[in-house]
């Protein structure tokens, strides 16, 4: 049962589902697997945009197996990067709205009836977002990662605004792996291909920049509580090396974005004080010491790494 009482319209509402994908066929193939199984009704019509981002492996075989099975709408990007294969999608959607979710989700039965729901009751709002609940794959989340998990949930995309339809605005955004923007907002706010991660690189922001600057331009949000996904967490990402990766990423997204930060010399001094305490402490003290000072000393790497490769950063401005 819907939770917006607002009446709905009688317009039937399409929606573009966009997924970009580099490398993951495994992953791919369950998100697929379950986007199969979703409900649907006469109030909308949906089509699937599958960006392939030049991957390797079996990933178009993958997509050809579905294509009978799913309003599939399948391209290729060459030029790398996350950024730039959703702006591929944003070209080629003919939705009202486009629904963002990846290539490692399992959504819920009812995902997109909720979001239906949720853009036939108020078209005015100009993104959505809903819950993302962390899945680790066998042997599970391991003991130090469940111990840290208020330090750890931002590493494996974990959001969950609660059970109420509330306003998103530019401090309280969904996240990448589950949000939805209405295709003429979206048509002017496109993803910098400066941001957003290429290949194995971590540095992301990009659909962050883009909802912060939709809600600065006067878009408003809602959360949709209903529209829920799982994000499969694989075992080789439940490592230490992993949550390393993910925060030297945000350390450089610091310096990107003129967010406060070490400057470089002391960024590497504070990096290599936190990873010697990292290292020392690793197994010797509880989970909540050791893991502070890997993500600090990640953070602080990140940071140095950053201003080492722009050396003269300065913030960057909002575009439209």
């Not at 990402?237 to 010399?265: I, L």
């Amino acid at each position: 049962m819907s939770q917006y009482d607002s009446p709905k319209s009688s317009r039937q509402v399409k929606i573009s589902v966009a997924i970009c994908t580099w490398n993951r066929s495994r992953l791919l193939r369950r998100t697929l697997e379950r986007l199969r199984e979703i409900n649907v009704d006469d109030r909308f019509e949906w089509e699937l945009i599958l960006v392939d981002n030049n991957s390797s492996d079996d990933t178009q075989q993958v997509i050809n197996a579905f294509s009978e099975t799913l309003p599939i709408v399948s391209l290729i990007e060459t030029v790398q990067g996350h950024s730039a294969s959703r702006n591929r999608a944003i070209e080629a959607a003919s939705g009202d709205y486009i629904v963002w979710t990846d290539n490692d989700v399992l959504v819920a039965d009812d995902w997109l009836t909720s979001y239906c729901d949720a853009f036939i009751a108020e078209p005015d709002v100009a993104f959505f977002g809903g819950a993302i609940e962390p899945w680790f794959e066998p042997p599970g989340c391991p003991d130090w990662i469940e111990a840290t998990w208020d330090k750890c949930k931002s590493v494996y995309a974990a959001r969950d605004l609660g059970e109420q339809p509330i306003e998103l605005n530019e401090n309280r955004l969904p996240y990448g792996a589950n949000f939805a923007i209405r295709a003429d907002v979206q048509r002017q706010y496109r993803f910098d291909p400066t941001l957003g991660r290429v290949r194995s690189g971590m540095i992301g922001e990009d659909e962050t920049q883009v909802l912060k600057r939709i809600a600065r331009g006067g878009g408003n949000g809602r959360w949709v509580p209903n529209a829920k996904v799982q994000h499969i967490i694989p075992a080789d990402r439940a490592t230490e090396r992993y949550v390393q990766s993910y925060f030297v990423g945000q350390g450089q997204a610091n310096v990107m974005f003129g967010k406060p930060s070490r400057h470089r010399m002391a960024a590497f001094v504070d990096a290599a004080f936190h990873s010697l305490l990292y290292r020392s402490k690793r197994h010797r003290t509880q989970p909540d010491e050791w893991v502070s000072h890997l993500i600090r000393s990640s953070i602080s790497w990140g940071e140095f790494k950053m201003h080492s490769l722009k050396p003269t950063a300065t913030p960057r401005s909002p575009r439209r």
